[in-house]
């Protein structure tokens, strides 16, 4: 019943809005009062997830790599945990108060070559006349300020969501930024250089995550004859697919983390070795030279076949290092296993023969579409259009909108930090209890496999998929599972 709901609430909105003719309210606002305060995401360390509210760190998820050069430099983090991401997190809020109406927005240079600091000189030297930027409490933001670019961007990671900050938004108007959405946030990079444009600017750099933002820059760019930079940032955890896509699209490109960006780039101009920034493009390769003649560390500027990445200076990925997996370290710190097509981990794989990684709470999707309908939910006053419609005898099912949300807000809720053999799922698990006093890696190594009762609580949800996967693991193997069809549900 639920979903049916969900599904009217959300297609009515679209009817609405699409035929009444109204604009639909941004205007920020809170339900319940539960709802007071509203978390900010950031991932940072390794793609690490992290959730801020009222200025303290709530929640940290699972980081995808081990080690990072740059943060072992700069931080002295030797091994990226948990208890790392969460005292970097903190360290950040009290440096430059970010998430808070306390932030600063004003920065020394945090690293010679960061999309920042790279925008700042493009600003400097003339080579771009605006720029689109994200802020913590603020959204997508526009301005020609070189030096709120670096305040707003020194530190920042991949913002997620960002909830609006007054104070932060006043900010940065004193500083002639623009923010987009004061009162939503929102961050739309694609809107901003439309924005930017109706405001006069024609050579546009915008920080873009993902392939679909910078395909669609291109075509405004085509559409309006103007000139964009588009740097890529927070690569690591895109696929290889969509690293070959947003190479095709972008100007420069960071390496972060990511084995796809190192394995397909073609750079004409590359800048460090551990953490790289690659130009791509000529525009891209101006900016980064010009970026070079303002540091005042050393230079070497050499010919030579691109890119260079020395093995001892890379990221090391989840397992890498205590190679758990059992894989054979290769020569640029990942594992066999890591460096093939199939990236599967063995640590996915659950007692009871289910595969996390294709787990909604495991991977977060479910928990993350329904926290994001209810931000928009309420950034529409839902509430007071359900109440609206439910008088109508084709909507009466508008009735039940509230428990709805409150369906939404449990949702949220579906999400594990760990996969089963770290501790994630049900606690109550008789599965994971009797392989553990057993001393088996999994019901495919019992005897009992066939038969045994405690297998049956998790039929209602998977049907027989959890039977299969046991017998096909106990019958060819861990890695020959991963290779294959891993079923979540069968009947």
């Known amino acids: 019943m639920s979903c049916?709901?969900?599904?009217?609430?959300?297609?009515?909105?679209?009817?609405?809005?699409?035929?009444?003719?109204?604009?639909?309210?941004?205007?920020?606002?809170?339900?319940?009062?539960?709802?007071?305060?509203?978390?900010?995401?950031?991932?940072?360390?390794?793609?690490?997830?992290?959730?801020?509210?009222?200025?303290?760190?709530?929640?940290?998820?699972?980081p995808c790599i081990r080690w990072c050069p740059i943060f072992d430099k700069v931080h002295d983090i030797k091994e990226i945990t948990e208890d790392a991401i969460r005292a970097n997190m903190e360290f950040r809020i009290a440096d430059t108060g970010m998430f808070t109406p306390e932030r600063s927005l004003d920065s020394d240079v945090f690293v010679n070559f960061g999309a920042s600091e790279v925008m700042m000189t493009g600003l400097a030297r003339g080579l771009i006349d605006t720029t689109v930027t994200a802020c913590d409490g603020a959204g997508t933001v526009i301005t020609d300020n070189s030096g709120l670019v670096q305040g707003m961007g020194a530190q920042i990671s991949g913002l997620i969501e960002t909830e609006p900050i007054p104070e932060i938004i006043s900010g940065i108007a004193e500083r002639g930024g623009g923010v987009i959405d004061p009162a939503g946030a929102r961050i739309d990079p694609a809107a901003g250089v439309r924005r930017a444009v109706e405001l006069g600017y024609t050579r546009i750099?915008?920080?873009?995550?993902?392939?679909?933002?910078?395909?669609?820059?291109?075509?405004?760019?085509?559409?309006?004859?103007?000139?964009?930079?588009?740097?890529?940032?927070?690569?690591?955890?895109?696929?290889?697919?969509?690293v070959a896509d947003l190479l095709g699209l972008v100007d420069i490109t960071t390496g972060c983390a990511s084995k796809h960006v190192r394995d397909l780039v073609k750079p004409l101009v590359q800048v460090g070795t551990a953490i790289p920034l690659f130009a791509v493009t000529q525009k891209g390769r101006e900016l980064l030279i010009e970026r070079a003649k303002e540091t005042t560390a050393p230079v070497l500027i050499n010919t030579m076949p691109l890119p260079v990445l020395p093995a001892h200076k890379q990221p090391i990925g989840m397992g890498a290092r205590n190679n758990s997996r059992g894989g054979k370290i290769s020569n640029d710190g990942e594992t066999d296993e890591e460096m093939s097509d199939n990236r599967e981990d063995r640590d996915l794989v659950a007692y009871c023969g289910l595969y996390c990684g294709d787990c909604?709470?495991?991977?977060?999707?479910?928990?993350?579409?329904?926290?994001?309908?209810?931000?928009?939910?309420?950034?529409?006053?839902?509430?007071?259009?359900?109440?609206?419609?439910?008088?109508?005898?084709f909507f009466k099912v508008f009735e039940d909108y509230g428990k709805c949300y409150e369906i939404l807000g449990a949702m949220v809720k579906f999400r594990c930090k760990n996969a089963c053999r770290g501790g994630g799922g049900p606690p109550f698990c008789t599965i994971r209890k009797c392989c553990q006093n057993k001393g088996i890696a999994g019901c495919f190594e019992c005897d009992e496999l066939e038969g045994c009762e405690k297998l049956d609580f998790l039929r209602p949800g998977h049907g027989e998929a959890h039977i299969k996967n046991l017998r096909k693991i106990k019958k060819s193997g861990i890695d020959k599972f991963l290779g294959g069809k891993k079923h979540w549900y069968i009947k």
């Not at 360390?45 to 760190?57: F, H």
């Not at 933002?213 to 690591?236: D, P, V």
Request: proline share 3%; aromatic share 8%.
């Open 4 to 62: 049916v709901i969900c599904s009217i609430i959300t297609y009515t909105f679209l009817w609405f809005y699409a035929f009444s003719g109204v604009q639909p309210p941004t205007a920020f606002t809170n339900l319940w009062n539960r709802d007071a305060t509203m978390p900010h995401v950031m991932e940072i360390l390794g793609c690490a997830r992290v959730t801020v509210a009222d200025g303290k760190v709530i929640d940290v998820g699972k």
């Open 205 to 242: 750099a915008v920080t873009v995550i993902d392939p679909a933002t910078a395909l669609t820059i291109r075509r405004i760019e085509s559409e309006l004859g103007i000139s964009t930079i588009i740097i890529a940032a927070h690569t690591t955890a895109l696929s290889r697919s969509e």
């Open 360 to 393: 909604f709470s495991y991977q977060g999707k479910v928990a993350d579409l329904a926290r994001d309908l209810r931000k928009e939910l309420r950034q529409a006053k839902f509430d007071k259009t359900a109440e609206s419609l439910s008088e109508i005898s």
